[in-house]
C-alpha cells in the first residue's frame, strides 16, 4: 500500500541520537508512511548510519546533500515526499508509538488539514500508552492569536504536526535563515479554515545544550527580521491579528536583548531596547498577554540594567 504519510527528517551531524529517531518511526502503530532522510552533508557517522536503515527498510528512502541548513532539508524532503500527508521529525527527537495513528484519527474525525500534538520535552522520552486524546478545533486566525500569544500549548513549530501536503504547493521554508518555523507557520494557517490540537504528548524534544537554539550567533538576531516579515504579512492581509503579532515581536525583542547584552552586542541590544520602549505599553495593558511579557513589561520601566540584571538571574 502506498504511504499515507511521509515523514521528514533533516539529518546533520547527530550520529548519538540517529538511530532513537529513525527506530521511533519505524516503531509506530499506524504502518502506512514512509520515512525521507536528508542528509544534509553530515561529516561524522550519519550518513553511513542512515544508509543501512534505508537498505534494511523498504519504507525508508536517504538522500545525501551538500549542507544548505535546517530549511533547504526541509525543502528537498518535501519535494521528494509522495504521500498526501507530511509530518516533520527532527533528527535528535523522537515521535511517540502511537503519533501517526491517533494524529490520523484526529484528523479523520476533525478533518483538519492541519492537526497539532503537545510535545514531551526532556533529555530522555518517558513514553506511556494514550487513549483516545482530548481534541479543540480552532479557527485558523485563532490557532494563530493563541500561537502568537503562546497560550493553551499551541506552538509555531514544525514538528509535532501533521500537515495536508498541499499546502507546500506553492510555500516552502526560506534557507539560510533561523526561526524558520515562525517564519512560515501562520501562512500555511492562512490556507486552511481550522486547526485541531491535542494536549497530547506525541512529539518527544530532546533538551540539549549544543543545539542550535541555545548557542549565540549572529543568525539569532532573525527573529526580528521574521517578525517584521510577518508584521506585514498582517497589516496587508489580516489587520486584525496585529496586536498579537506586536506581543510576538516583543517576546523576540525581549529575548534577543538579553542574549546580545550578555554576549557584548552592544548595538544590537541597542536596537531590541528601541523596540522594547515603543512596544511595551500596548502589550501590558493587552488582556490577552501572557504573565511572562507582562512582568517583562514591567520591569522595562526600571530601565534596562535592572532588566538585563534579573533576566540573568532568571
Known sequence: MSAVVSVIMPVYNVERFLRAAIDSVIAQTYPHWELILVDDGSTDSSPEICDRYAAANPQITVHHTANGGLSAAR???????????????????????????IMMELQMHSQ???????????????????????????????????????????LNSMWGKLFARRLFDHEQFTEGILYEDLDIFYRLYDKVERVAATRARLYFYRMRSGSIIHTWNDHRADVLTVMSRMEAYMVKRHPLL??????????????????????GQTAMADRCWTVIRALRGASLFNPKVRFKNHVGCLISYLGRTVMNTIGRIC
Open 75 to 101: 525543502n528537498f524532503g518535501l519535494r521528494h515526499s509522495s504521500a498526501p500527508w507530511v509530518l516533520f521529525v527532527d533528527s535528535d527527537d523522537m515521535l511517540h508509538p502511537q503519533c501517526l495513528a
Open 112 to 154: 483538519c488539514e492541519i492537526v497539532c500534538a503537545a510535545a514531551q520535552e526532556d533529555t530522555e522520552p518517558h513514553f506511556r500508552r494514550i487513549g483516545v486524546p482530548a481534541m479543540r478545533v480552532y479557527p485558523w486566525d485563532k490557532a494563530v492569536g493563541l500561537t502568537l500569544y503562546q497560550r493553551r500549548g499551541m
Open 242 to 263: 496585529l496586536k498579537a503579532v506586536s506581543d510576538r515581536r516583543l517576546s523576540a525583542n525581549f529575548n534577543i536583548f538579553l542574549l546580545a547584552t550578555a554576549n
